[in-house]
Structures are given as structure tokens and as C-alpha cells.
């Protein structure tokens, strides 16, 4: 996977097929979305986040944050053992979607969340990006399926 996505169609430069489109509704991508694309142990996984990856990628709709980007190179590198270098030009890679920084505001929203929700803080910090991004969907195992928050709906794609 890491070899072939890097390219892309029809002569398009990489930031040309990342760049967000506002007209069309934008999707967070979880890191486990990210990790399941490089996951060779778990082929029908890896082939529905592969597919998710390259729809967004060339819808130009996918929205990653900084955070998603650090737990796809922790987990890459630790669970399924990707080599650190590779880990890090998929990074890059994956900083052409339209990137989240998280703010202050962003911080103190995510703690709200947490206390109210119960979700853990760092899924929290992921649902706020997901809701200041504009995000209509957010795709990610880790959170419960279904639910919506502030215009967002958590989405597991491998149910």
C-alpha cells in the first residue's frame, strides 16, 4: 500500500488531489483508518481503508489532525512494525488532506466532551477537530457507531 499511495491519477500533483473541495462534505479520518491501510494482517480491513483513503483523497474531502497524524506513527511503527522512515513519508502523505490544528479552544471543547460524554480525551479532542473542521462524518472504530455530535456522525466503515 505504502509504495502505491503516493500516486495519483491523471498527472495530478499529490497537494492538487489533497486540496479540500468546501462544496462537498468533508470526512475525519480516525488513525485507525490510516493504520488499517498498511495492516497486511487484516486484509478486509486494510482493503475498506485503502478504498476510504483514496475516495477522500480524491473527492477531496478527507480531514486528518496533527493528533491523528502522531497516533498513525506511534501505532504503525509499534503494532504493526512499519518502518519508522516509511512511517514517516506516509505521514507527509497523509498531511496533504485538509490538516486540523488543534487550538486551545479545541482543548478545553474536548474536556467538555469528556466530562459529558465520557468519552476518553483524546477521542474527544478527535470529535472537536471532526465539528470545527465541518466534518459531517467521522470515521472511526474507536467511538460508538451511530451516534451524532454537533452536526457529526461517528461512523465505524468495518461493521
Known sequence: ?????????????????FRPDVRLARTFLDSNILVYAEDSAAPVKQKKAIDLIVEHGSKRTGVVSL??????????TRKIHLDPGTARSQVEFYSRFHLVE???SDVL???????????????????QCAIRS????LLSED?????EFNGVKIVNPFL
Open 1 to 17: 500500500m505504502t509504495a502505491g499511495m503516493g500516486r495519483t491519477t491523471g498527472g495530478a500533483s499529490a497537494e492538487a488531489v
Open 67 to 76: 493528533q491523528v497524524l502522531g497516533e498513525y506513527f506511534f501505532a504503525a
Open 109 to 127: 471543547a474536548a474536556i467538555d466532551l469528556h466530562r459529558l460524554h465520557r468519552f476518553s480525551y483524546w477521542d474527544s479532542l478527535i470529535l
Open 143 to 147: 467511538m460508538q457507531h451511530g451516534q
Open 102 to 104: 488543534p487550538t486551545v
Open 134 to 137: 465541518g466534518c459531517r462524518v
